[in-house]
């Protein structure tokens, strides 16, 4: 029987408990935990620091991992595959006039291709309160998410 093994991690724009930035610490943690894919959030991709500088791609290379999908709202969202996938959609989930918010949240599909199956990943970083997170997943429930997939998502009459 073929498995799967994926992982969810919050790594804090790489910067630990000890204030110290280190994303070889975030590749060594999910190296020792041998994930298939992994859903990474609070991803630092040049916001704060040069653009050269990009957290999933320097986890993604010391993973050895080939594939790799970004979202860049405030709280990037990254995806990280031994499989091939391809980007579903990739967005915020606020009305555009609401963007001025401090904790602008966005959310990354993707489809993965895995042992002859087209698994569908949703990594998404939702707000901190009742009423953000509410909002947020409302988005998501509402047309421009799962109510309309843009014809790629093999789940839906359209595809």
Known sequence: MNSLRIITYNIHRCIGGDH????????DVIAAHQPD???????DCGQS?????????????RLDFETMWIERERCGNAILS???????KAGGLH????????????????EVEAFGLHIQ???THL??????????AKALAGPEWFGRCQGSCRLCPEC
């Open 121 to 123: 990943i949703l990594n």
């Open 49 to 61: 620091r040069p653009t050269s500088y990009d957290q999933a791609a320097i986890i993604a290379e």
């Open 20 to 27: 110290k930035l280190a994303p070889e610490r975030i590749s």
């Open 95 to 110: 009305k555009p006039r609401r963007w001025h918010s401090l904790a602008r949240r966005g959310a990354l599909w993707v």
């Open 37 to 43: 894919i992994v859903a990474l959030q609070e991803v």
């Open 127 to 136: 707000g901190l309160t009742h009423t953000s997170r509410h909002n947020q």
């Open 82 to 88: 031994r499989y091939p996938m391809k980007r579903v």
